[in-house]
Nanobody, 114 residues
Framework: QVQLVESGGGLVQPGGSLRLSCAAS????????MNWYRQAPGKQRELVAT???????DYADSVKGRFTISRDNAKNTVWLQMNSLKPEDTAVYYC????????WGQGTQVTVSS
């Protein structure tokens, strides 16, 4: 079955960086678009970044120029490099793909605080 496992979250000071990883299994990884979402306390889950099967990327306006999504199809892995982090980036970050159904990872907490 499809499995997505995130890692790389943690506590970082404003202006700092983190790199999230998502390892996928149970799918032919290179044919699917991959997404990163986040959900802050009391807020709806929002799409942060998308990378297509061909490597095209798109970002939420709030993270453009600061976050970079990338993938390695040989490793079945997608990353989210987050730079210049702000307190408002604090959230649980989820890896996602749609293969008929929506599949989510377990989430990884990112906290930006001094």
């Amino acid at each position: 079955q499809v499995q997505l496992v995130e890692s790389g979250g943690g506590l970082v000071q404003p202006g700092g960086s983190l790199r999230l990883s998502c390892a996928a299994s149970g799918i032919i990884f290179n044919i699917y678009n991959m997404n990163w979402y986040r959900q802050a306390p009391g807020k709806q889950r929002e799409l942060v970044a998308t990378i297509s099967s061909g490597g095209s990327t798109d970002y939420a306006d709030s993270v453009k120029g600061r976050f970079t999504i990338s993938r390695d199809n040989a490793k079945n892995t997608v990353w989210l490099q987050m730079n210049s982090l702000k307190p408002e980036d604090t959230a649980v970050y989820y890896c996602h793909l749609r293969k008929g159904l929506n599949y989510w990872g377990q989430g990884t907490q990112v906290t930006v605080s001094s």
